[in-house]
């Protein structure tokens, strides 16, 4: 019986010391990342974006280093020239308690081949709001969330978020990095997808109906037109013809966003 006891103890222990909580891999990635950019104090990031939203020209972001309350110093936006969604490091440790306040830790799974944490988020509207430009989409409300963060160099991997619209829909949004590279220091996803499901089931088919045969009636008037007007219609129009007509027939909107080039410690211009 004493055998028996001290070896569920032992067992107990070894259990308890290995348990993770979602503040310890939280406080882990934040202070990997900061430390990453010990010799870092400003970065500029030029991007593309691909699918339903697509950039006329590539977007260039800047940041410098600032440091937060905790002692913790991160790369903060400073000027960008488009409104992206945004997963900056920044926007984690600014929302810190939030998230951490509603986060329960469920273990890991395997993204990519990656093993990754996996930290439920009940109630992740503030953090999504801050992520998606400060605002909430007048559509949709984030209601709760999961962060999967790689267990080996704690990067982000992907995030969940459930969507409620107007109250009787629900659909959701998956944004995964991928494609990490090193620079100076810093591992960067140089690529992000982002897919929004669930769109069309708000929709009756009757409304389904009705916007296809808007896209024939555009495509229609495109077809007759003539000369410059033509021209216009089919850089302009025809691209978001096709991305409409691709977001009914999977029944949601992706994105991508792809990093084409990365530098650090330049002149941020006035």
Do not use: C
């Not at 891999?25 to 970065?43: F, H, K």
């Not at 030029?46 to 937060?68: A, C, F, N, Q, W």
């Not at 984690?92 to 509603?102: A, G, H, L, M, P």
């Not at 619209?165 to 494609?179: A, L, P, Y």
Request: glycine content about 6%.
């Amino acid at each position: 019986m004493t055998t028996l006891l001290t070896a569920v103890l032992i067992l107990f222990s070894a259990v308890t010391i290995h348990a993770q909580s979602a503040a310890d891999i939280l406080d882990r990635m934040i202070s990997e990342y900061s430390n990453s950019i010990s010799g870092i104090e400003t970065m500029m990031v030029i991007t593309k974006m691909e699918g339903l939203i697509e950039s006329d020209e590539p977007d260039t972001t800047y940041y410098r280093k600032v440091t937060m309350d905790d002692g913790t110093e991160t790369m903060q936006e400073v000027s960008s020239s488009a409104d992206s969604p945004s997963a900056d490091y920044y926007n984690f440790q600014r929302n810190y308690d939030i998230i951490v306040e509603n986060a329960t830790y469920e273990g890991t799974e395997t993204i990519d081949g990656r093993t990754a944490h996996v930290l439920f988020i009940e109630d992740v509207s503030a953090f999504y709001g801050d992520m998606m430009g400060g605002t909430q989409p007048e559509e949709g409300e984030a209601q709760s969330g999961r962060l999967y963060i790689d267990s080996s160099d704690y990067v982000l991997l992907r995030m969940s978020f459930e969507l409620q619209f107007d109250q009787e829909f629900s659909g959701s949004v998956d944004i995964n990095m991928k494609d990490y590279q090193n620079v100076n220091g810093i591992q960067m996803p140089f690529l992000t997808e982002m897919k929004i499901e669930g769109i069309s089931e708000q929709f009756s088919a009757e409304d389904l109906a009705e916007a296809r045969q808007g896209l024939r009636q555009l495509q229609e008037q495109m077809d007759n037109a003539s000369g410059m007007q033509r021209r216009i219609m089919e850089r302009t129009i025809r691209p978001q013809i096709e991305r409409f007509e691709k977001m009914l027939e999977e029944d949601g909107m992706a994105m991508r966003m792809i990093t084409l080039e990365v530098e650090t410690n330049i002149d941020i211009p006035d």
